[in-house]
């Protein structure tokens, strides 16, 4: 007898007694077994027919070779599990098509049987899922309890004592700091039940709002800072993006719930040393981390920390206060934005969570909207203004062309400081020079220094690469009346040029 496992595509041969070969399982291929399930029919089959099959290419015989072989399906509700077969080494008539017959009748008992053997096994596995649940449900319910139960025990019993009217203010004030601090951790409790109670039901939703990574880790950090100095320790953050770059769609509340678990986590399981908090960019993703040294996690509860329920049933919970929630919940939060969490932790030295949002950032906002734009562009209209661009790079200069065209100025362009000079000695009337630093035969600096010998009165911008410093101070030094650092934002420079001729 053979059973198919469709999982790992073996066959396992539960009943199996044969002269010549001695097998448990075999692999699922193109066995005469494999054949009569593919058809789902009985086959009665002697060497001549056998060799036919070969030929077709419908088989591959695999152990000794039988004079007549006989195989018939079982079923179950119309679906091949397995077959039934019969063969014989020595009499090619030991079976006939009667044979096959009572074949198929005993198969379909057979069959039954398992049926109900499967059915008798799905049960008690069922059975063991629910009693599992139940257990873990029962452990959950007593931690929530627990969390429900300290608090109110802290406010009810306070209460009463502040009743007593002999009581100093100094001692009244402490008493009610007990009753706001448990009334807060009952609020907590009952916020992430709240949330997990959502969640099981499909009702948390996405909020999709642009924000600011850098600013929302800032105060974060404000947030959470005095609250880690108090323990004796420091808190830090990493921003790895400039702030233009960071700008991306995302749920806020969500990702800021999330950051709010780590750290509060990280804060509440250490009791030295540092925390830091930031994020990299990875591919297509933002990778963010709370890293602490604090207790650590044991290696085989690296898991099951971001489970529900599984966390309430860990026995030594009770040392710190919690409902065992925020994990799950940051967890299914995270997964609904788009990322995923993971956790590395050494115990006794500290923990690292990371987690991943999807990285998809907004163009940088104009600090101009397009109406004022052409705005200042036609307000260069009446001026007339006659620019020279000195800039070597062909595709720098068209950029230019196309942010001042339209607005009534005259472009003269050089290619290298030379003939920058060479330019502005024959046109004394140009009004501004945009000149880049880095170019051929004479560079900017130079350029500039040389013009400023005959015309005091021309605005010189110095475009620089790089937002160096230096750059800047050098270009001023040699007689620029400004700077702008490349890429050129074009608001930027239209308010610039737009601040020499008002
Ligand atoms: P809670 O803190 O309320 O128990 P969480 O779901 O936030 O629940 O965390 C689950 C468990 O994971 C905690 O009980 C704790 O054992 C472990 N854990 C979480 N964060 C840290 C951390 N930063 N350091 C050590 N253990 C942690």
């Not at 494999?34 to 077709?56: C, G, H, M, P």
């Not at 599992?132 to 959950?140: I, P």
């Not at 999330?258 to 040393?273: P, Q, V």
């Not at 949002?357 to 052409?374: K, S, V």
């Amino acid at each position: 007898m053979a059973l198919y496992d469709e999982e790992t595509n073996m066959l396992s041969l539960p009943f199996f007694s044969d002269q010549k070969d001695k097998m448990v399982s075999i692999p699922s291929g193109k066995s005469l077994t494999d054949y009569v399930i593919r058809t789902q029919k009985s086959l009665l089959a002697n060497r001549k027919d056998k060799a036919k099959l070969e030929e077709l290419g419908e088989i591959r015989r695999i152990g000794s070779d039988s004079k007549i072989w006989l195989g018939v399906p079982l079923k179950i509700e119309n679906e091949v599990i397995g077959v039934l077969v019969v063969q014989s080494y020595t009499d090619e008539n030991a079976f006939n098509k009667s044979d096959m017959k009572m074949l198929e009748f005993i198969s379909e008992q057979v069959s039954i049987s398992i049926n109900k053997k499967k059915v008798e096994e799905g049960m008690i596995s069922a059975l063991e899922k629910a009693t599992e649940s139940d257990r873990l449900k029962t452990a959950f319910l007593q931690n929530i309890s627990h969390e429900i139960r300290t608090p109110m025990n802290g406010i009810m019993g306070f209460t009463g004592l502040l009743k007593d009217t002999t009581l100093s203010g100094k001692e009244q004030q402490s008493y009610l700091d007990v009753i706001l601090t448990s009334g807060h951790r009952m609020l907590n409790t009952l916020n992430d039940l709240m949330d997990m109670s959502m969640l099981e039901t499909g009702q948390v939703k996405m909020n999709i709002s642009t924000i600011n990574i850098n600013d929302e880790l800032s105060i974060l950090y404000s947030f959470f800072k005095l609250e880690v100095e108090k323990k004796g320790m420091l808190i830090n953050f990493e921003t790895a993006l400039p702030n233009n770059e960071v700008v991306i769609k995302t749920d806020r509340e969500k990702l800021f719930a999330i950051l709010t678990n780590l750290i509060k986590n990280a804060i509440k399981y250490s009791h030295k040393g540092n925390i830091n908090f930031g994020y990299v960019l990875k591919g297509y993703f933002l990778e963010f981390f709370v890293e602490d040294t604090g207790i650590g996690i044991p290696k085989d509860r690296l898991k099951a920390i971001f489970d529900r329920f599984v966390q309430a049933d860990i026995e030594d919970i009770k040392v710190y206060e919690g409902s065992g929630l925020g994990l799950s919940i940051s967890k299914a939060y995270i997964e609904l934005i788009g990322g995923e969490v993971w956790v590395e932790s050494i115990e006794g030295k500290g923990s690292k969570f990371y987690f991943t949002i999807p990285y998809n950032p907004e163009p940088i906002p104009m600090e101009f909207d397009e109406t004022e734009i052409t705005e200042i562009k036609s307000s260069f209209q009446q001026k007339h203004l006659k620019i020279l661009i000195a800039e070597d790079e062909e595709i720098a200069f068209d950029y230019l062309h196309i942010v001042l065209e339209n607005s009534g100025t005259e472009l003269i362009n050089a290619k290298n400081g030379a003939e920058a000079v060479d330019v502005m000695r024959k046109n004394p009337d140009i009004d501004l020079i945009l000149m880049d630093i880095r170019m051929p035969i004479m560079d900017g600096y130079e350029a500039t220094h040389k013009i400023r010998s005959f015309n005091k009165d021309v605005v010189i911008i110095a475009q620089t690469a790089y937002a160096l410093a230096g750059d800047k101070e050098k270009a001023l030094n040699a007689g620029c009346n400004d700077y702008i650092s490349k890429p050129i934002n074009r608001t930027k420079l239209l308010e610039l040029i737009n601040k020499y001729y008002k």
